[in-house]
């Protein structure tokens, strides 16, 4: 009696296969989990939680940083941009890429004020940053003389009087502080010639 190839017997091996790439594939996932499980476990402070095994693989070791790694120090001062126009200060951040203005993140015009005021900073002594215990605004406002900078944007957006506050933010333990919390800043006052 000779063996005959059915329809169903000729699809086995294709879905044999599948079946064994589709183990591979959760197999690495369900390890690169665990991975990112010690390594986030790791970098967090002492906690009543502990992972199978945790003090045999030494994950301070082979992950010192541990979640550092991926992340910004939430805590790290942020640039707040100002323009003066018409005797007042104003915001002079273009904003998320994800703004209609900006199609939705098609349009990158948005992104490009990072690089702009990377370029201005680079042009900034130290001495030139004023701390400030009170808002930007009202250090901006204080007399000073402006630093000259120009600024070698392509497509500018910083141009005449321009202010800029390295501020950290409000710590989330603040937030129902019944008065306006207004945190420390540094300031510079520019002139950026475009």
Known sequence: MSHRETPSSAGQPAQRQLRILGAVALGLAAGAACLVSYAVHGSLPYNPLELPGEKKLLTRTWAPEGWKFFTRNAQEERPVLFTRRNG??????????????????????????????GLLLEQLPASAWRECSESPVSCLSAPGQPLHVTNRSPEPSLCGTVGIALQKP?????????????MPSHVVLLEVQC
């Open 170 to 182: 409000i710590p989330w333990a603040w937030l129902d502080v019944p008065r306006p919390v207004v």
């Open 88 to 117: 007042a200060w104003e915001r002079a951040e273009q904003g998320p890429a994800s703004r209609p203005r900006y199609l939705f993140g098609l349009n990158r015009e948005g992104r490009a004020q990072g690089l702009e005021f």
